[in-house]
């Protein structure tokens, strides 16, 4: 991820908890004519974050299933997971409501329902970001703890997941797949 990008990452998690209104006013305003002027921009910055984050849910991932390898390196992944999560909310402004399901490869994935339901969206990013928090906090109480609190951080992910991401559905086989002719398009030996 792009020093840029982290950093843009770490200021909005700053603002959002620093709770400071006019900051937050003048983060959105800025907010607002960047998604407006290029909200391929901020989907794309909204991606990158999302890419990161889960990268760093391997860690938790490993440590839904026993305990960690190492609880340093999860805590540390817990922290910028919460950090990270804080600021999802501010990475999605109207003007990025860019999902076409009509297109194989939409610009975005994100579902139309984050921006009707906004403020079911926002609190399930609140609860994933406080449920990092509280991972966080576990990797001190031992692997039962860690255990318990790395399965309720994929939860909330998941179910956020589940009601405003396009579902992944594989690519099927079918007919005319089965009857190509390879030998018509590919050089003859």
Not at 38 to 43: A, D, F, R, S
Not at 109 to 124: G, K, N, R, V
Request: aromatic fraction near 6%.
């Amino acid at each position: 991820m792009s020093k840029v990008l982290l950093t843009g990452v770490t200021l909005a998690a700053m603002l959002g908890m620093a709770g400071n209104s006019y900051a937050q006013e003048s983060t959105d305003s800025v907010q607002a004519s960047t998604a407006t002027s290029h909200p391929e921009e901020v989907i794309a910055a909204r991606q990158a974050l999302m890419f990161e984050i889960e990268r760093l849910m391997v860690p938790v991932d490993s440590a839904t299933l026993g305990p960690p390898a190492d609880f340093e390196v999860l805590n540390s992944a817990a922290l910028s997971i919460s950090a990270m999560l804080s600021a999802v909310p501010h990475l999605f402004p109207p003007p990025t409501n860019l999902y076409d399901p009509a297109v194989e490869i939409p610009a975005t994935i994100a579902l139309p329902a984050i921006w009707s339901d906004f403020e079911t969206f926002s609190a399930m990013a609140d609860a994933s970001t406080t449920a990092a928090a509280s991972l966080s906090q576990a990797s001190a109480s031992g692997a039962q703890a860690v255990q318990a609190a790395s399965l309720s951080l994929r939860a909330t992910c998941d179910a956020c997941h589940s009601l405003f991401l396009r579902p992944y559905v594989p690519a099927t086989v079918n007919s005319e797949d089965l009857e190509f002719d390879f030998d018509s398009v590919l050089p003859g030996n």
